[in-house]
């Protein structure tokens, strides 16, 4: 299995940019998909996840209302798309998959929820 994470950059603030996570070795449409960050110094941090019905969306507090997750099941790829981001959008981003609703325990918010990880992409937004 592998999860290939890509589209970071250096943006200014307010700018956009769309993150892709591309899967291999797996069935796509049964899994979740999650997206998390991780900045210098700080913890990784959940940032949204789809469930692998397409269906429902999860997003962390700081990130609802500009950030959209989304998949498309054909190409086996995931999306994040970011908006308006901020200089506290900063962060290596990770995607991680885990197979259909995860582990009982463990909600797709939880880092040690997911399976398998792909090799994160830097964002960087200037101010």
């Known amino acids: 299995v592998q999860l290939q994470a890509s589209g970071g950059g250096l943006v200014q603030a307010g700018s956009s940019l769309r993150l892709s996570c591309e899967a291999s070795?797996?069935?796509?449409?049964?899994?979740?998909v999650g997206w998390f960050r991780q900045a210098p110094g700080m913890e990784r941090e959940f940032v949204a996840a789809i469930e692998w019905s397409d269906g429902p969306t999860n997003y962390a507090d700081s990130v609802k209302g500009r950030f959209t997750v989304s998949r498309d099941n054909a190409k086996n790829t995931g999306y994040l798309q970011m908006n308006s981001l901020k200089p506290e959008d900063t962060a290596v981003y990770y995607c991680?998959?885990?197979?259909?609703?995860?582990?009982?325990?463990?909600?797709?918010?939880?880092?040690?929820?997911?399976?398998?990880w792909g090799q994160g992409t830097q964002v960087t937004v200037s101010s």
């Open positions: 070795g797996l069935r796509f449409r049964e899994y979740r």
């Open positions: 991680a998959a885990v197979l259909g609703d995860g582990y009982a325990d463990r909600g797709p918010a939880s880092l040690i929820g997911y399976d398998y």
